[in-house]
């Protein structure tokens, strides 16, 4: 009995970059790989869900502010100094009873907020301030960008960023 095997159809196309790639000079082969490479990596590098701070630690700073009445005005102080937060690598959260406001640019789980109150006791003041080694370094009674800033530029893992 005669057996028919079946391989899988490969376009024609396929043949078509392979003869493409044939043709072309080791220069523009390796370009055209590290691209793919490349684009590769970076598709795999997204942002994956936020549970907790310690993915950021050794990336940012955070600011955290719990529940503030004025979330208005925080929130035009935070735009008015995004220089200075972008310049700081800061992150900073907004934590209301019911939603989440931030600058961080990937998703975040639902749990976030009270995993983070609770770990950093933040009922204890309305604004904390974690370095980039991922340690408490001040609580605020309220949020001054300026003192924020001031106690950052006195850490010294920011005075070596701000030499070189």
Known sequence: ML?????????????????F???????????????LAFSTLAH????????????????????IIDDPENEGDILALLDNHTAEIDDRDIIWFI????????????????DFRSKTREKYDIMRSKVILI???GGLKSRYNRFDPGAVF???DAM?????????
Not at 6 to 18: G, L, Q, T, Y
Not at 21 to 35: D, Q
Not at 97 to 107: Q, V, W
Request: hydrophobic share 45%; no cysteine.
């Open 44 to 63: 795999g590098n997204e942002l994956t869900m936020l549970d907790d701070l310690d993915s950021l630690q050794w990336i940012n700073r955070i600011v």
């Open 156 to 164: 010294p893992m920011r005075q070596y960023e701000m030499r070189n």
């Open 3 to 19: 057996k028919i095997i079946h391989w899988p159809v490969i376009p024609v196309a396929f043949f078509d970059i392979m003869v």
């Open 21 to 35: 790639f044939r043709k072309m000079s080791p220069i523009k082969h390796l370009a055209v790989t590290l691209f």
């Open 150 to 152: 001031s106690d950052i």
């Open 95 to 110: 934590l209301k009873k019911d939603r989440l406001l931030t600058n961080y640019p990937g998703k975040i789980s639902d």
């Open 131 to 133: 370095g980039k080694d």
